[in-house]
């Protein structure tokens, strides 16, 4: 079992920055590939960014270039940064952790939400 806590979520304006965190709660951080998803209201859960334990990434097209994933392993934390937020960006932010190595389980935090909003 990974129990994966979120935060950083907030209330701020177009143009503005967040760091999202999502600390894990596992001995093998190392075994998993990391994931921040979001959901908006009356949408299904999307993808926005991925981060392996060798620290490969891949994003939605709706972050490229505005967010960036990260990990730290001294801490079993993985970040996301988003910057240039946009209202569209408004959604409740999950992080995911699958693994370990080449079993597909797949953990989640309970969510932070993100409303980007003037």
């Known amino acids: 079992q990974v129990q994966l806590v979120e935060s950083g979520g907030d209330l701020v304006q177009p143009g503005g920055s967040l760091r999202l965190s999502c600390a894990a709660s596992?001995?093998?951080?190392?075994?998993?590939?990391m994931a921040w998803y979001r959901q908006a209201p009356g949408k299904e859960r999307e993808l926005v960014a991925r981060i392996t334990n060798f620290g490969m990434t891949n994003y939605a097209d709706s972050a490229k270039g505005r967010f960036t994933i990260s990990r730290d392993h001294a801490k079993n934390t993985v970040y996301l940064q988003m910057n240039s937020l946009k209202p569209e960006d408004t959604a409740l932010y999950f992080c995911?952790?699958?693994?370990?190595?080449?079993?597909?389980?797949?953990?989640w935090g309970q969510g932070t939400q993100v409303t980007v909003s003037s």
């Open positions: 596992t001995s093998i951080f190392g075994a998993y590939t």
């Open positions: 995911n952790a699958h693994g370990p190595w080449q079993l597909n389980r797949d953990y």
